[in-house]
């Protein structure tokens, strides 16, 4: 995908554009980098024709979102309280993270990407935003729309059968964890983030290269690529001991600090999103592999298996204090 060298400068300054806004806590100089991210994004999405009506969708909301998002950062500095700025910025960043009841756009752009936007997509897209969240939001603001896109993110996970639809309302899912790790410190979003990434890099490279649109297609895979499958998917519900649980339970000590209901809610739907990731497992299993299909990439899926084992000790060592 990043061959070229359009598509690596537009990379580039996405990344740049990022890193530029985690130094940053000017709300302004934050909300063009966030523009600028969304300007060099717009291109590496907009490759193929049938792609022309999602991109045109998906710059009209994040169109819309910055413009209501700039109104609060002038309103913040121009009109005394009590006019409630938060709510103009947390509707705004909603739109833009995909958060419901604002999640609409999410889902069927991201069955027209491609698994390499999708990843995009699903991580880094989700940095900017999420920095912005924190700087403008207080956490008590948030408590109730993350509540409902913890809850709503799995249950529409259980209603659908297309591979990349099931990653966009995972996103959402997700989402409110990442939000938390922000207002909890920088490394704990950096633990998450890093943890997150690893486990969709690996998942969508995995349906990539096995051409996986549907989820009955992974009846005709072998033994072994089911095996890593399952491995990642309850990774990415966060069930011990797999590589994403660690993140979400140092997540989970420091929000029973500051939200109960915000805790109790997490585990909840740490439970539905298992049974969730469970109930997509349980079909794999139900047609015998031969013995040539297990053993014919055997050491690819070892590595992978690996990397996870591996992960686990690794973010036990980094505990943050």
Not at 67 to 90: A, Q, R, V
């Amino acid at each position: 995908m990043f061959l070229n060298s359009s598509n690596l400068m537009f990379f580039s300054t996405m990344v740049l554009s990022t890193t530029m806004m985690l130094s940053s806590s000017n709300l302004l100089f934050s909300w063009m980098t966030m523009e600028i991210n969304l300007i060099v994004f717009l291109p590496l999405i907009s490759k193929s024709k049938k792609m022309k009506d999602q991109v045109m969708k998906y710059f009209i909301i994040q169109s819309m979102s910055s413009s209501i998002l700039l109104l609060s950062i002038i309103l913040k500095f121009k009109i005394e309280p009590p006019f409630n700025f938060e709510l103009l910025s947390m509707t705004s960043l909603m739109m833009k993270t995909g958060m419901i009841p604002f999640h609409f756009w999410l889902p069927t752009l991201m069955e027209k990407l491609t698994w390499e936007n999708c990843m995009i997509m699903n991580t880094w897209q989700k940095i900017s935003p999420t920095i912005m969240i924190c700087q403008m939001i207080k956490f008590n603001m948030l408590i109730l729309p993350m509540i409902i896109s913890l809850m709503m993110g799995t249950i529409m996970m259980m209603k659908n059968s297309s591979m990349k639809k099931i990653m966009a309302f995972s996103s959402i899912y997700n989402a409110p964890w990442m939000i938390s790790s922000m207002y909890i410190s920088k490394s704990m979003f950096m633990m998450f983030f890093l943890s997150y990434s690893i486990i969709n890099m690996m998942l969508m490279n995995k349906l990539k290269k096995n051409n996986m649109i549907y989820l009955n297609q992974v009846n005709k895979k072998s033994s072994m690529m089911k095996f890593n499958m399952m491995i990642n998917l309850i990774s990415m519900s966060g069930m011990p001991p797999t590589m994403g649980f660690f993140p979400k339970w140092m997540i989970l000590m420091k929000i029973n600090e500051m939200s109960i209901l915000m805790s109790v809610s997490m585990i909840i739907s740490s439970m539905m999103s298992t049974f969730v990731y469970l109930k997509l497992i349980s079909p794999m299993y139900l047609l015998q592999m031969t013995k040539k299909k297990f053993y014919k990439s055997k050491k690819f899926y070892e590595m992978e298996f690996s990397i996870n084992s591996l992960s686990t000790m690794m973010f036990i060592l980094l505990k943050p204090n």
